[in-house]
């Protein structure tokens, strides 16, 4: 369920708002690393790093930014979406 989106290990940094905001929006990681003049390497490290927050872990057969804006725009922009019942098996929770 969506359910397991909400739960989230810790509290989002700045950064991280700004760069899911813009993986949100479908920007590509050149695109955010121009857009808030961060490395390359830096836009992909947090994005890694924000997954494991929400309890998204890397695996050949999922969407990792797809569920990444998922679960952001679940926590932080559309509260109708938490009323979805999506079933998203794929995520582990901690």
């Known amino acids: 369920m969506i359910d397991h989106l909400r739960k989230?290990?810790?509290?989002?940094?700045?950064?991280?708002?700004?760069?899911?905001?813009?993986?949100?929006?479908?920007?590509s990681n050149a695109s955010i690393s121009e857009k808030t003049h961060f490395t390359l390497k830096t836009v992909e490290n947090v994005i890694s790093r924000s997954a494991r927050v929400f309890g998204i872990y890397p695996d050949v057969n999922i969407n990792l930014r797809l569920l990444l804006a998922l679960a952001y725009r679940a926590n932080f922009q559309n509260v109708e979406f938490n009323s979805t019942e999506l079933a998203l098996k794929h995520l582990k929770t901690l």
């Not at 810790?10 to 920007?27: A, D, S, Y």
């Open 8 to 27: 989230m290990s810790r509290e989002l940094t700045p950064t991280e708002h700004l760069i899911l905001q813009c993986v949100c929006t479908g920007n």
